[in-house]
C-alpha cells in the first residue's frame, strides 16, 4: 500500500536560515509527489510537483525539492526562510486509484 | 478566476445529528475530492465526484455520503453525527479526475464541524 512519511512533527528555523522538510515515500511505480503548505485556517496550496524528468522541481514562494529514487524520498528546502514561511507542510502522493494520500504534515516555527 | 468556496466555514452540531457541507469548485472543474482532517488522523481522503459519479471512495463508514449535482457543486452528507467526527472538511477540485500529470487539485478554505 502507498504511503507518505513524514519524520519531523515540528521544526524550529531562525529566520534567514536554510531549511529542509523530509518525507519519504513507498509506491511501486514511480510516483506523483507534491508539496503543499497550509496556514493556520486555511486550505491547502500547492507548492511544488514531481511527475517525471528532472529530479530537482522549483515551486513558489522560492521552495524546490529534489526526488531520490533510490532513498524514496522527496525533501523539501528552501535556502532562506521567512517569518511569513511559518506554517504546515503536508508531502503527497498520488497513488494509483487517483487518491491523494498525504503524509502527517510538519509544523514550522519561524524563530525571529 | 474565484477558488473553491464551501460553505459554511464553521459549523455546531450535537451527537446524533445530520449535516450537510456545500463545496462550489472552480469554474470549468468537473472533479471535487473531500478530505477530513484531524489532528489524531491527519488528512484522510474521503470520496471524489467526477460528473456526477463518485469514482473514488476513501475508507469511511456508510455516514459519509456525497453527491454532485450537473453545475459540478458538490454536497457531502455526515449523518448521526459522532463526537469523533469533529474536523476540518476540506474540499478540492480539479479539471479532470484528481492526480495525474494535468490535474492539479485546488483546496477551499475547508468547512470546521464541531459535534458537541
Known amino acids: 500500500a502507498q504511503s507518505v512519511t513524514q519524520p519531523d512533527i515540528h521544526i524550529t528555523v531562525s529566520e534567514g536560515a536554510s531549511l529542509e522538510l523530509r518525507c519519504n515515500y513507498s509506491?511501486?511505480?514511480?510516483?506523483?509527489l507534491f508539496w503543499y503548505v497550509q496556514s493556520p485556517g486555511q486550505g491547502l496550496q500547492l507548492l511544488l510537483k514531481y511527475f517525471s524528468g528532472d529530479t530537482l522541481v522549483q515551486g513558489i514562494k522560492g521552495f524546490e525539492a529534489e526526488f531520490k529514487r533510490s532513498q524514496s524520498s522527496f525533501n523539501l528546502r528552501k535556502p532562506s526562510v521567512h517569518w511569513s514561511d511559518a506554517a504546515e507542510y503536508f508531502c503527497a502522493v498520488d497513488s494509483s486509484a487517483s487518491k491523494i494520500i498525504f503524509g502527517s504534515g510538519t509544523r514550522l516555527s519561524i524563530r525571529p | 478566476k474565484a477558488g473553491v468556496t464551501q460553505t459554511p466555514r464553521y459549523l455546531i452540531k450535537t451527537r446524533g445529528q445530520q449535516v450537510t457541507l456545500s463545496c462550489s469548485p472552480i469554474?470549468?472543474?468537473?472533479?471535487v475530492s473531500w478530505y477530513q482532517q484531524t489532528p489524531g488522523q491527519g488528512l484522510q481522503f474521503l470520496f471524489e465526484?467526477?460528473?456526477?459519479?463518485?469514482?473514488n471512495k476513501g475508507n469511511f463508514p456508510g455516514r459519509f455520503s456525497g453527491r454532485q449535482f450537473s453545475n459540478s457543486r458538490s454536497e457531502m452528507n455526515v449523518s448521526t453525527l459522532e463526537l469523533g467526527d469533529s474536523a476540518l472538511y476540506l474540499c478540492?477540485?480539479?479539471?479532470?479526475?484528481?492526480?495525474?500529470?494535468?490535474?492539479?487539485?485546488?483546496f477551499g478554505p475547508g468547512t470546521r464541524l464541531t459535534v458537541l
Open positions: 478540492a477540485s480539479s479539471y479532470g479526475l484528481a492526480g495525474g500529470s494535468y490535474n492539479e487539485q485546488f
Open positions: 469554474s470549468g472543474h468537473r472533479s
Open positions: 465526484y467526477f460528473s456526477e459519479t463518485q469514482r
Open positions: 509506491y511501486g511505480a514511480t510516483p506523483y
